[in-house]
């Protein structure tokens, strides 16, 4: 019987509506990417299981770690990311949930340019800012908390940063908040792919 988990049943639907409608929207395919809530009035999170595809994602293949990732409660290791989240928690009294995902537009921008470029005056207003971040691994090495957490203490206003070579991260006051920030940021990317393309074509004349 998971005992803590089932004590926040609401935290728990918000995190299997969510993984499920990145899924269906195929923004994370396979059993990658992760996201977690934090647990009201402690140092705790639920995360999710890894090696758990969004769409397999259930009270079972959920975990509460501390924000160190020691395992609380939960029969699954937790998610390979599960101590950048903790990190960010710690270092981000606002933030409440955290989305990653491996959108292919956010991912494939990532790769060739250090910021997202705004190609609408909506995506300008809501994401601010929203840097590419190159930690030359699958997994954020911990060498590089400290650099992720400098960039939202230097950016007031950020909610967002694409891992070069790997995804998306979102984080917001509610899951919520945060699902709607990743849908913006795969939005703003392919319309940014979509005008590069447009541009090189009428350039090379085609």
Known sequence: MMEIISQYADLVDSLILAARKMYSFRYEMSDGGNLSMR???KDWMIVKGTNVAFDEI???SLVVTDFEGN??????KPSKE???HGV?????????AIMHCHSPYATAWASDHDSLAFSTHHAREKLNFCPVVDTHSYVVPREYFTTIVNLFQENENLKSFIL??????????TMREAVYLAELVEETAQISVLSQAMKYHDEKGF
């Open 164 to 173: 070069r070579g790997h995804g998306q991260v979102t984080v917001g006051k």
């Open 39 to 41: 647990v009201p009035g």
């Open 58 to 60: 259930a009270i079972s």
């Open 88 to 96: 960010l928690y710690s270092a981000l009294p606002h933030v409440n």
């Open 71 to 76: 395992v609380i409660e939960g029969s699954c």
């Open 82 to 84: 599960s101590l950048l």
